[in-house]
């Protein structure tokens, strides 16, 4: 009876909700097995357990919205909606039978529930977000960040879609794929992304260089200056983030911790697997200071069925691990009990979660508190909740069973939309004087006026506010007045929470200079000054007299949050201008346990150790917190075949300038961490003496650790160790990975199957890969081949890099690519120029016929680089000297390029590229244009002045466009602009080193193929 009833039902909604497709529109189809009765939306409102003051209609239901993954609102109130109908069963992943969409939805009498429908766009195919801005709709649809114009409004696209962003993944990602487009008050597009798969995201034309890895974090997007950035990282899946009153952000996650502030530039736990960064050591624990499960039982059983799994110590803390959707009620309508309270839609749990936030250490913590809202409906699967117009909740139902990842099927004929509100503003038709205040459309709204209503007490009404002004300030239609009327309310006695609207309209609108920022610093809301730091440290470059200040208030201030702050900023400054913030926020010896402002010290000179040995040796035996004692001596360990000195001068300052045994234990505990895995190491100058004198120490942890390094130091451990170590799962990555190198050192050909077994594994395949290459063994390229398109992206880059170090490799790779296995674009042109330079005529005839466009060389070019190659032979570079050759690239490349930190990023970071390589170093540098992308393309602008300007555009805006010339930046309106034209060529130019003679050449190759920072000659002054 159950079944048939099921039957009809399911029929029927297939029957009505035929009428709401266009005939061009795919027919959605069902593939969900469960015979549970989908209950009418009314029967699912009835069965919801609501706080109190507060009312629930049914805004929308089906057939007028399916599948309702993302909202958003517009300058008039409407709900956009995201309907996602592509999202299939693990087995078909996304389908390519269905397409996804964009509908409008508006509550035209506002009676709570909509009157008029329209479809906005309907060609998506792997849609999971979309939100309103700057002259049209963005929209997230793998791999893509699009955005398609829609300038006069009336609902109807402009144009096609255009590409903002490209390279996030659309396959292995599945249901943690990148979703979550929301504007942030500092004027970016901020997103997030899940943990399944890696991303390699830039701008369209990016090369790999010049895009970034991703996989779980956060990230944003500037709409005019289309910069891409990752925020932070760490977790498993975000699927919902707010901003709180003081634009602190915190997002939700699942199966791991569920809320995380959001401080840039941190490391979060993951769920499995690595960070992408090399050398984080630590993570940051969660902020919430609970679970919303019974951390005893399972999660994977709680997610099979929220009804007969989920036990009573789970449903009283929450109600399971899968949050997806997550706002901060603030502001006007709400009452003042539940004012700042997180709400997290609690999918297994039916429910919506409420945490409240309390400041805490440096930062803040959450605690649990009431569940704000329940729902009987076994149906409802709760994915976003978001704020309207007048304080409306609306909350987005997925509608189905079974577990989080619809690995039983997918029902698309159902999904419904609520609308929550506080019952005086329920029903405007109701009693006038109980009546919301009447809010216009915002972007009809005047610039005086927008400017008094950034700071509204309606928080929804706000933040459209400061849209609509950074939208006009691109637009170039704000006047001068409305800065100084900004900037004569931030500077009122008013609230901090408006002061701080006003300052971010002041950011977005360009109102803000360093002078301005740096009086901000002295503010006495530590809010202000955390935004001040945060807007100073995003500039180009700081004057010695903001970083005087940095130093001051790392010194001095007494606000946790200021100092994270600080620490944040790190990663953005120089690496000589980071370590004297960063050595006085290290002695703030009441935060040396907290759980976030030690790792985002670590995180900030981490990166600049290598550079400047001394001031972090000088940071390590200062500082007041052990855990960056211990971490700086272990990076610097990890040098100690290439940089010896930096662990004898450690040694030497912890023997002659502090005996206390604390920091001689922090720094012995790194160096012991460091060599884990190493067979043998040779002991630096000065270790005998130390280990002499430690070998006595009144310290049980500096006697043991001494004992430890020194069999290391001595004879070394056996081969034996060595593999157990390699293939224990209960030895750590990092001795692992060690232990994996130090073997493949010793070419001991038992290696071979041990790294070839290793090829499975997700954190080890890269280091397997990478050994491989030593061995000529004949079933690699079989293996790595097989397994390719199973490959993180590092570890396909290491597989192209492995198979292309052999003839007899490369001809197997060839084979697939042949047949359609392995895509071409995975290969690079400096590979295929390896392949066609690797001595076998067979090989280099099967890289032409499957690259007849690939262009060859010029004799000339080819020439030159013979002659360099000769002249550059090891023994040449290594008698070269490097020092000097830091003061050339000084003078001749960090003009555009970055190295060691130093230098400007016109042109791709040259710290990670593949220096070491001379071959790669020579083709680049002699033949600059041969990969370059467009983005670092020659522009030719010729303006109406008769000028002729050269370089490459950084900004384009409505009414002017940015170009980033060699020497600087050039704001041109595009009205004086006759005639723009693209160059083939590079930025950089092709006779570089024709104005160096050949031991300046030398030097400069020599600086190039470090490894890590070298000191400036003596009589030199700095380089940057």
């Given at each position: 009876?159950?079944?048939c009833?099921?039957?009809?039902?399911?029929?029927?909604?297939?029957?009505i909700?035929?009428?709401s497709?266009?005939?061009?529109?795919?027919?959605?189809f069902?593939?969900?097995?469960?015979?549970?009765?989908?209950?009418?939306?009314?029967?699912?409102?009835?069965?919801?357990t609501?706080?109190?003051?507060f009312?629930?209609?049914?805004?929308?239901?089906?057939?007028?919205?399916?599948?309702?993954?993302?909202?958003?609102?517009?300058?008039?109130g409407?709900?956009w909606?995201?309907e996602?109908?592509?999202y299939?069963?693990?087995?078909?992943?996304?389908?390519?039978?269905?397409?996804?969409?964009?509908?409008?939805?508006?509550?035209v009498?506002?009676?709570?529930?909509?009157?008029d429908?329209?479809?906005?766009?309907?060609?998506?195919?792997?849609l999971?977000?979309?939100?309103?801005?700057?002259?049209?709709?963005?929209?997230?649809?793998?791999?893509?960040?699009?955005?398609?114009?829609?300038?006069?409004?009336?609902d109807?696209?402009?144009?096609?879609?255009?590409?903002?962003l490209?390279?996030?993944d659309?396959r292995a990602?599945?249901?943690?794929?990148v979703?979550?487009?929301?504007?942030?008050?500092?004027?970016?597009l901020y997103?997030?992304?899940?943990i399944?798969?890696?991303?390699?995201?830039g701008?369209?034309?990016?090369?790999?260089?010049?895009?970034?890895q991703?996989?779980?974090?956060?990230?944003?997007?500037?709409?005019?200056?289309?910069?891409?950035?990752?925020?932070?990282?760490?977790?498993t899946?975000?699927?919902?983030?707010?901003?709180?009153?003081?634009?602190q952000?915190?997002?939700?996650?699942?199966?791991?911790?569920?809320?995380?502030?959001?401080?840039?530039g941190?490391?979060?736990?993951?769920m499995?697997?690595?960070?992408?960064?090399?050398?984080?050591?630590?993570?940051?624990?969660?902020?919430?200071?609970?679970?919303h499960w019974d951390?005893?039982d399972?999660?994977h059983?709680?997610r099979?069925?929220?009804?007969?799994?989920?036990?009573?110590?789970t449903?009283?803390?929450?109600?399971?691990h899968?949050?997806?959707?997550?706002?901060?009620l603030?502001?006007?309508?709400?009452?003042?009990?539940l004012?700042?309270?997180?709400?997290?839609?609690?999918?297994?749990?039916?429910?919506?979660?409420?945490?409240?936030l309390?400041?805490?250490?440096?930062?803040?913590?959450a605690?649990?508190?009431?569940?704000?809202?329940?729902?009987e409906?076994?149906w409802?699967?709760?994915?976003?909740?978001i704020?309207?117009?007048?304080?409306?909740?609306?909350?987005?139902?997925?509608?189905?069973t079974?577990?989080?990842h619809?690995?039983d099927?997918?029902?698309?004929t159902?999904?419904?939309?609520y609308?929550?509100?506080?019952?005086?503003?329920?029903?405007?038709?109701?009693?006038?004087?109980?009546?919301?205040?009447?809010?216009?459309?915002?972007?009809?709204?005047?610039?005086?006026?927008?400017?008094?209503?950034v700071?509204?007490?309606?928080?929804?009404?706000?933040?459209?506010?400061?849209?609509?002004?950074?939208?006009?300030?691109?637009?170039?239609?704000l006047?001068?007045?409305?800065?100084?009327?900004?900037?004569?309310?931030?500077h009122?006695?008013?609230?901090?929470?408006?002061?701080l609207?006003?300052l971010?309209?002041?950011?977005?609108i360009?109102?803000?200079?360093?002078?301005?920022l740096?009086?901000?610093?002295?503010?006495?809301?530590?809010?202000?000054?955390?935004w001040?730091?945060?807007?100073l440290?995003?500039?180009?470059?700081?004057?010695?007299?903001?970083?005087?200040k940095?130093?001051?208030l790392?010194?001095?201030?007494?606000?946790?949050l200021?100092?994270?702050?600080?620490?944040?900023?790190?990663q953005?400054?120089?690496?000589?201008?980071c370590?004297?913030?960063?050595?006085?926020?290290?002695?703030?010896q009441?935060?040396?346990?907290?759980?976030?402002?030690?790792l985002?010290?670590?995180?900030?000179?981490?990166?600049?150790?290598?550079?400047?040995?001394?001031?972090?040796?000088?940071?390590?035996?200062?500082?007041?917190?052990?855990?960056?004692?211990?971490?700086?001596?272990?990076?610097?360990?990890?040098?100690?075949e290439?940089?010896?000195?930096?662990?004898?001068?450690l040694?030497?300052?912890?023997?002659?300038?502090?005996?206390?045994?604390s920091?001689?234990?922090?720094?012995?505990?790194?160096?012991t961490?460091?060599l884990r895995?190493?067979?043998?190491?040779?002991?630096?100058?000065?270790w005998?003496s130390f280990?002499?004198s430690?070998?006595?120490?009144?310290?049980?942890?500096?006697?043991?650790?001494?004992r430890?390094?020194?069999?290391?130091?001595?004879?070394?451990?056996?081969l034996?160790?060595?593999?157990?170590?390699a293939?224990?799962?209960?030895?750590n990555l990092?001795?692992?990975r060690?232990a994996?190198?130090?073997?493949?050192?010793?070419?001991?050909?038992?290696?071979?199957?041990?790294?070839?077994?290793?090829?499975?594994?997700?954190d080890?395949?890269?280091?397997?890969?990478?050994?491989?290459?030593a061995?000529?063994?004949e079933?690699?390229?079989?293996?790595?081949?097989a397994?390719?398109?199973?490959?993180?992206l590092?570890a396909?880059?290491?597989?192209?890099?492995?198979?292309?170090?052999?003839?007899?490799f490369?001809n197997?790779?060839?084979?697939?690519?042949?047949?359609?296995?392995?895509?071409?674009?995975n290969i690079?042109?400096?590979?295929?120029r390896?392949?066609?330079n690797?001595?076998?005529?067979?090989?280099?005839?099967?890289?032409?016929?499957?690259?007849p466009?690939?262009?060859?060389?010029?004799?000339?070019?080819?020439?030159?680089?013979?002659?360099?190659?000769?002249?550059?032979?090891?023994?040449?570079?290594?008698?070269?000297?490097?020092?000097?050759?830091?003061?050339?690239?000084?003078?001749?490349?960090?003009?555009?390029?970055?190295?060691?930190?130093?230098g400007?990023?016109i042109?791709?970071?040259?710290?990670?590229?593949?220096?070491s390589?001379?071959?790669?170093?020579?083709?680049?540098?002699v033949?600059?244009?041969?990969?370059?992308s467009?983005?670092?393309?020659l522009?030719?602008?010729?303006?109406?002045?008769?000028?002729?300007?050269n370089?490459?555009?950084?900004?384009?805006?409505?009414?002017?466009?940015?170009?980033?010339?060699?020497?600087?930046?050039?704001?041109?309106?595009?009205?004086?602009?006759?005639?723009?034209?693209?160059?083939?060529?590079?930025?950089?130019p092709?006779?570089?080193?024709?104005?160096?003679?050949?031991?300046?050449?030398?030097?400069l190759?020599?600086?190039?193929?470090t490894t890590?920072?070298?000191?400036l000659?003596?009589?030199?002054?700095?380089?940057?």
């Open positions: 009876m159950i079944n009833l099921w039957t009809t039902i399911a029929c029927l909604l297939i029957t909700a035929s009428e497709f266009g005939d061009d529109f795919p027919q959605p069902n593939t969900e097995q469960s015979t549970s009765k989908l209950m009418s939306p009314q029967e699912a409102v009835e069965g919801m609501l706080p109190s003051g009312e629930i209609t049914v805004f929308a239901a089906e057939p007028d919205v399916h599948q309702p993954i993302a909202l958003a609102t517009d300058d008039r409407r709900l909606v995201a996602n109908y592509t299939s069963e693990s087995s078909t992943n996304y389908s390519n039978q269905l397409r996804d969409r964009i509908v409008i939805l508006e509550d009498d506002g009676d709570g529930k909509f009157d429908r329209k479809v906005f766009w309907d060609q998506g195919r792997r999971t977000s979309v939100e309103i801005g700057h002259g049209g709709v963005w929209v997230l649809d793998a791999p893509n960040l699009l955005f398609i114009p829609d300038a006069n409004e009336d109807i696209p402009d144009s096609d879609p255009v590409v903002m490209n390279g996030w659309d990602a599945r249901h943690t794929i979703n979550g487009l929301r504007w942030g008050p500092d004027g970016w997103g997030r992304n899940g399944m798969a890696i991303s390699n995201v701008v369209p034309d990016s090369t790999p260089n010049q895009r970034q991703m996989d779980c974090g956060i990230w944003r997007f500037h709409p005019t200056k289309h910069q891409f950035e990752i925020v932070c990282v760490g977790t899946n975000p699927w919902g983030m707010d901003w709180d009153e003081h634009g952000m915190f997002f939700i996650n699942t199966v791991i911790g569920h809320l995380w502030h959001v401080v840039p941190a490391r979060y736990r993951r499995y697997g690595e960070h992408l960064h090399p050398n984080t050591y630590g993570i940051i624990e969660q902020t919430a200071d609970h679970f951390t005893n399972l999660w059983d709680i099979k069925d929220g009804v007969t799994i989920m036990t009573q110590t449903d009283q803390a929450g109600g399971g899968a949050h997806c959707g997550m706002m901060i603030q502001g006007q309508p709400y009452p003042e009990k004012q700042g309270s997180v709400l997290a839609l609690n999918l297994h749990g039916r429910r919506v979660n409420r945490d409240t309390h400041r805490h250490g440096a930062t803040y913590t605690r649990h508190a009431a569940d704000f809202l329940k729902v409906d076994p409802f699967r709760g994915i976003e909740i704020s309207g117009r007048n304080g409306d909740i609306f909350i987005a139902d997925w509608s189905d079974g577990e989080c619809d690995d099927g997918i029902h698309r159902s999904g419904r939309i609308r929550l509100a506080v019952s005086s503003y329920a029903d405007s038709t109701s009693d006038p004087a109980k009546r919301p205040p009447s809010i216009p459309a915002v972007n009809q709204l005047s610039n005086e006026k927008l400017a008094n209503l700071a509204s007490p309606c928080e929804w009404l706000s933040r459209k506010c400061l849209l609509e002004l950074s939208e006009r300030a691109v637009q170039n239609s006047s001068p007045k409305i800065h100084q009327d900004l900037m004569a309310k931030f009122s006695d008013e609230s901090v929470k408006q002061r609207r006003w971010w309209a002041l950011q977005v360009g109102g803000v200079d360093q002078a301005f740096t009086q901000c610093l002295d503010d006495p809301s530590e809010h202000i000054r955390c001040a730091i945060r807007f440290s995003e500039q180009d470059s700081l004057s010695a007299s903001v970083l005087s940095f130093q001051s790392a010194q001095q201030d007494d606000s946790g200021v100092l994270t702050w600080l620490a944040s900023s790190l953005r400054l120089r690496y000589k201008d370590w004297s913030i960063a050595s006085a926020l290290s002695r703030h009441e935060y040396a346990e907290d759980r976030v402002l030690p985002m010290i670590w995180y900030g000179v981490e990166p600049a150790i290598l550079s400047n040995p001394d001031q972090a040796i000088a940071m390590a035996v200062s500082c007041q917190m052990p855990l960056v004692r211990e971490y700086i001596a272990r990076r610097m360990t990890l040098e100690i290439r940089q010896p000195e930096m662990v004898s001068q040694l030497e300052r912890l023997t002659t300038q502090n005996n206390d045994s920091v001689i234990a922090d720094a012995l505990r790194g160096m961490e460091a895995g190493w067979r043998k190491a040779t002991p630096v100058t000065g005998e280990s002499a430690q070998s006595k120490s009144d310290s049980e942890e500096v006697r043991r650790l001494t430890e390094l020194a069999l290391v130091f001595g004879d070394g451990r056996a034996e160790q060595l593999r157990a170590i293939t224990s799962g209960e030895s990092a001795e692992r060690a994996i190198r130090a073997l493949v050192l010793t070419r001991d050909n038992e290696m071979v199957q041990l790294l070839q077994n290793l090829l499975g594994n997700r080890l395949c890269q280091e397997a890969i990478q050994g491989l290459a061995f000529g063994n079933e690699t390229p079989k293996q790595l081949v397994r390719f398109n199973g490959f993180n590092p396909k880059q290491a597989a192209i890099t492995t198979l292309v170090s052999r003839p007899q490369a197997i790779l060839l084979d697939a690519v042949t047949a359609g296995s392995i895509d071409r674009s690079s042109a400096f590979q295929l390896q392949m066609q690797s001595g076998d005529p067979r090989l280099a005839e099967r890289v032409s016929e499957l690259w466009q690939l262009s060859q060389q010029s004799a000339q070019k080819a020439e030159n680089i013979a002659e360099l190659r000769a002249m550059l032979t090891p023994k040449a570079i290594e008698q070269a000297d490097p020092s000097n050759g830091r003061v050339l690239f000084a003078k001749s490349c960090a003009t555009c390029h970055a190295l060691y930190g130093e400007n990023k042109a791709p970071d040259l710290t990670g590229s593949q220096r390589n001379l071959n790669y170093l020579l083709e680049n540098i033949d600059p244009s041969a990969t370059v467009k983005s670092f393309q522009l030719v602008v010729l303006l109406d002045d008769g000028r002729v300007i370089g490459v555009a950084v900004e384009n805006a409505e009414k002017t466009l940015t170009i980033q010339t060699a020497t600087e930046q050039i704001v041109i309106s595009r009205d004086e602009i006759e005639q723009m034209n693209e160059s083939p060529l590079s930025m950089m092709e006779n570089l080193l024709k104005v160096l003679d050949d031991q300046e050449i030398r030097d190759i020599a600086y190039l193929m890590a920072q070298v000191p000659p003596t009589a030199a002054s700095p380089a940057n």
